[in-house]
Every structure is written in C-alpha cells, then in structure tokens.
C-alpha cells in the first residue's frame, strides 16, 4: 500500500534543503585511516570497556571494548592492526575521550568479500535480540540509543506499530536517501526481522515527499516480496523537524506522545532507516557496526558525496580523501545544520552515529549580534510542540528560573526552528538548552 496525502504536524520550517550538493552521489568507499581512533563512548549511557591491551593485534571487526551494562554498547574495531594506545583524545561529545588506538595492519576478513547468509527466520526473538546486542548496533541517525534497549519495552508497554525514519529532514544530509534509494530490498529484510523482534505484524516507513526515488524503491520491494499487509510508505510534508520522533508519529498515526513521555507509551518502537540496515547486516552476516555510511558536504569540500567510512577515522583524514577544502571552514558540524554538534577540532573521529559532516563557509554563518525580542510571534507559529520559545528566552536572559520551570522547557527536542525564524536572531534553543541543564543540576543537588 501506498498511502499518498502529505501527513504533517503543526509548525516547522522549511530552510533551503541544500541537498543537491549530494544527492546525485552514489556511494563509494573512502580510504582506510592509517590510524583509527575509536571512542569508547559512542551512545547514549555508559562507556564500553576495554577488553584489549596496547600491543595486541585485532581483526576487524573483533570486539575490543564491551558494554558496561544494560544502556551501553559493544565497539568493535575497525580495522585489522595494532593496538598502539589507549588514551585520550578528541571525541565528538568530550575533548578527552577515552579511544582505543590501532594502527592498520594486516588482511581484511570482511571488507569487499562475499559473507555467507544466516538464516535467520529460523532464530527466535532472543536470538536475533542477541545478535543486535553484540553487534554493539544504537540508533544512526544521531542518538545513538543502544538499539537492543530499545527493542526491548517493559511488558507493561504493548507495541504495536513499527515506525521506520526515512523522513532525512535535515539539510544537507542525503545518505539516508541514498541508502533508501541502494539498499530498498536490504531494508526491508530489515524490517522483517525488527517485526519478529517486537512480535508485530504493522510497520510504516515515512519519507519527505522530495525523495520519490526512495519511496519508489522501497514500495517496489514491498510489492515483490508480498508485504502491502504489513509494511506502507508514507509520504511526508517536506518540513523540519519531520524526523523528530514525535512529530513522526503524530504525522503517520496521529497519536501524541505524553509530555516528558517516550513513543513505546503510545505503543511504537522508531527506528532509523540506517538502523535498519545496520541491524540486518547483523543478523543476516552477523557483522558488528563498525562502519558506516555518511555525507560529507558543504560547498568548500572539494569532492562531496556519501561515503563509506570507518568508525574512528578522523575529520582530517575524511577532508584529505575528499580532495581537501577550497578554504579554511568558519564552521565543521557533525550530523545536520540544525540538530548537529559544532566540533571544535577536525581531529574528532566519525562514530556510529555520525550521519554526516558539513564544512561551511564565513559567508554561510550569519555572525550577527542578537537583539531584544520583538514580540512578532514567529517563534511560536514555527515550534513543533507547542512551546513559547519567546518567552522562555527572556525568563532565560533575567534567570527567572521559577518561571522557566512553568513554561515545559524539558518539552523542547532542540530543533533550533525558534532560533531559525527570529528576526531579532535570538538564540532561543541555546538559551533553552542552558535552561535544562541548569534545572537538571538544581534538581541533583
Ligand atoms: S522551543 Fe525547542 S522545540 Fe520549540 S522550536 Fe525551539 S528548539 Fe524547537
Ligand atoms: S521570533 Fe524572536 S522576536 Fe519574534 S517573538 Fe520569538 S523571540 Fe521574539
């Protein structure tokens, strides 16, 4: 089936897409890293921990660090080589992140060969539950939740509907396109096997109305493996934050997740699209997720495009293998413009949940100074869950924390629409952020 009105929220915005940069580029490989740096900590909850010392020598894909508890996930290595280090170095979310060091060296085991298929439709739900837990998988379009966790609800939670993140609203990005427009019959498998995990049999995969190569493709396969029953594509409004979770769902069911509450309470599961296809290379190669696909992009990256690219190369590796930068970037940011963390070294290494790279230029910043609030409403109009950004930013600005706590600011996702619209270039989703955290240590203490 496939379901043609342009579901949407309330609110949102349209920023220029920026999209044809890569849109067009099909995926090739990038280089292996002579030097691989690769984080312990990748996901949402505890650090892995090392189970490998400075001098051995690892396979790729070989576990090197293991989960440390139930939210946590596995890190393998990827590349076959030497242990050289285990020290701290640049990450994404510290600038002294614990990394396991390895150096290069030695043959491939899956790399460009031909992986016998497990048959998996004979594995019970715990099996395949497994096989994703140790193939340290987490969500890929950024958060980076472990995965297994969240295929494994309370059983006070009744799932009953799988929802597949294909929306790709950021701009930019267009690697989950690709991976839809590549790999359709491979995702779909994929969702297979995710509808045996949850034991269910209805899942929705919604993509933006500006990716009709992707819903074709995926409807195709839906079509040839005789899955309408189960499995619909929905056309989505093309709109940010379409992808959010909350606005997903409300988009393709119309049901609300509560206030401070998570989507399993209304009975759904969401996965990324690129999860998808991680969790069925898992299952079906049983091969760990210790590499990935990804954009780089921006118009000073001399050969932008989606690339393949190996869990702990650096940002410095990745600009020499595209062909370098035609000038110095005023701004290198991990993941989407909107949603993404600005990195301040390109010595960071790409992790699991790196969905893209995008250097820009001084003359795509806007470095004006902030003015008062004009009361013009914008800000309202564009936020997604009801939220009166306005007026949080001012309590914000005079810390009248007590009011702060009355206007639901633990409600914001951090879309940054708020900031995108105002005239007065107020930083509205910092100040909120700045809010959060500081109510999270108040409520601590
Ligand atoms: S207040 Fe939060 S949720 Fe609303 S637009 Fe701003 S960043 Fe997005
Ligand atoms: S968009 Fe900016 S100026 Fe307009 S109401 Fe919101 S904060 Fe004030």
Known sequence: MFRKAFNTFKGGIHPSENKEITGTKEFSNLSIPQVSY????????????????????????????????????????????KVIEIAEYPTVYSKKGKCIVIEANGAFSSSGKTQEKILWDCLDREALLQSISDAGIVGMGGAAFPTSVKLSPPKDKKIDTLIINGAECEPYLTVDDMLMKTFAEDIIEGIRILLKVLNIDRAYIGIEKNKPYAAGNLRKSIE????????????????YPQGAEKQLIYSILKREVPSGGLPMEIGVVVQNVGTVFAVREAVVFGKPLFERFLTVTGKIVNRPGNYKVKIGTRISDIIEECGGLSEDPAKIIMGGPMCGITLFSDEVPVIKGTSGIIFLSDDEIPVEKYGPCIRCGRCVAACPTNLLPCDLGTAVETERY????????????????????????????????????????????
């Open 224 to 239: 040839d493996k005789g899955l309408t029953d189960k499995i619909t594509v929905v056309i989505l409004k093309t709109k």
């Open 402 to 445: 007590d009011i702060v706590e009355l206007l639901n600011p633990f409600d914001c996702i951090m879309c940054s629409a708020c900031s995108f619209v105002c005239p007065s270039r107020r930083p509205l989703s910092h100040f909120i952020k700045t809010a959060q955290e500081k109510l999270r240590k108040r409520k601590s203490a």
């Open 38 to 81: 690769i984080p312990l900590q990748q996901h949402i909850g505890k650090p892995a921990i090392p189970v490998v010392e400075i001098g051995d020598i690892v396979e790729e894909g070989q576990l090197i660090a293991k989960a440390d508890g139930f939210i946590s996930a596995n890190v393998h290595s990827s590349v076959p080589g």
